[in-house]
């Protein structure tokens, strides 16, 4: 079979047709596409009817087919699927270009049937038969959206429905992420509006014009959830570790004013902006992301000296603009970059990110589509 990065419903059910889907060991028998199917009155729109054999006996599926696999497309294909075979007296089954474990899970629990091009999928008769294949890789991919929107900078989108779970249109969005600090484009968001919506992480809801498409965040612990498996540090320039005379909260009053008198960045780490939000006990070294290190080192003067002999201040340079999202004040991270460093760290950093996984998920939870 020629793979490409695009598949229509047509071609799947090409590939139906011509046998060039195999999901041993079942074997395709027979296939039937775009049969009308009546029975008690009732009508059904079948996008194929296919017959697999196991062992000589026949297992015949109401088949539905998407071009796309995301969460909300294979929910809508699950429900056709079902209600068509419902009345066709079938089993259900939907036809994908590609299905992950997490599909092939849900699709489980729903007692529902589903294969791929690629060779995995879940093929299930209640009481009678259950063949299951995972670990092909994904050969196909749709353009038009971002690669992981829960990653680098697309991932500012994301985190912001931790912050406020409500807008009215993505111009209402993208007002409050530049508010935060944030600096993405009107096409990002909306691509990630869009993404989110797909996986069932948002809804989107079109309004009365000229609000447009309304946003609301539907499920807060799997977005979380989301950023923390697919969180990526951020890429690394210069770094410099020294010893500084200053108090922490003077050097942070010292850091804040260059930021304020120029095009510098400055933001704690998550690490070491841990003690906003939880209790764990650490190295009293100040750790800050900067995009210019020789500013930011200048701007504290004769009081900071470059040594790594019991250096208490480090300065990390980078232009990753997520580390600076919605930094709080005295230059303290967002609770959102605190925790995703966390979680990826040691067993006690581990523990501690629970702690504050409890605080975003709460301030979420009082808030109603406004401002914290």
Do not use: H
């Not at 041993?24 to 029975?39: D, H, I, S």
């Not at 690669?147 to 406020?164: D, E």
């Amino acid at each position: 079979m020629d793979f490409k990065k695009q598949v229509t419903e047509d071609e799947l059910l090409a590939f139906l047709r011509q046998g060039q889907i195999r999901f041993p060991p079942l074997q395709l028998t027979e296939v039937q596409t775009t049969p009308t199917v009546t029975a008690q009155g009732r009508k059904a729109e079948l996008d194929a009817l296919l017959t697999l054999n196991w062992r000589d006996r026949p297992y015949r599926f109401a088949v539905e087919t998407r071009r796309l696999w995301t969460p909300k497309v294979v929910a809508q294909a699950i429900e056709t699927a079902r209600r068509n075979a419902a009345v066709a007296g079938l089993n259900p089954l939907i036809l994908v270009p590609y299905l992950g474990e997490e599909r092939i899970l849900a699709l489980e629990a729903e007692g529902i049937s589903g294969i791929d091009l690629c060779g995995n999928g879940i093929v299930v008769v209640p009481a009678e038969l259950l063949v299951l294949r995972t670990g092909f890789p994904n050969r196909f991919r749709w353009e038009g959206t971002i690669k992981n929107v829960y990653r680098k900078n697309s991932s500012i989108v994301a985190r912001l429905f931790l912050l406020v779970p409500q807008f009215d249109s993505v111009k209402a969005a993208l007002e409050e992420i530049r508010r935060r600090g944030g600096d993405v484009t009107t096409g990002t968001v909306s691509k990630v509006c869009k993404s989110l919506g797909d996986d069932l992480v948002i809804e989107r809801e079109r309004g009365a014009a000229p609000v447009g498409r309304r946003l609301r965040l539907l499920q807060p612990e799997k977005l979380l959830d989301l950023l923390a498996d697919n969180y990526v540090p951020p890429e690394m320039g210069r770094t410099f570790r020294g010893k500084c005379g200053l108090p922490p909260e003077a050097l942070r009053e010292r850091l804040a004013k260059e930021e304020a008198g120029g095009d510098v960045k400055v933001v704690l780490t998550g690490t070491s902006s841990v003690d906003a939000y939880a209790v764990m006990a650490r190295e009293p070294v100040q750790s800050f992301y900067c995009t210019a290190i020789d500013k930011v080192v200048a701007s504290v003067g004769g009081d900071i000296r470059e040594t790594d002999r019991f250096a208490n201040v480090t300065f990390q340079e980078t232009r990753d603009d997520f580390v600076y999202f919605d930094r709080r004040p005295g230059l303290v991270a967002s609770p959102i970059q605190t925790y995703l460093e966390l979680a990826r760290g040691d067993k006690r950093e581990k523990e501690t990110a629970d702690q504050v996984r409890r605080v975003i998920l709460g301030q979420r939870a009082q808030t109603s589509g406004g401002e914290e």
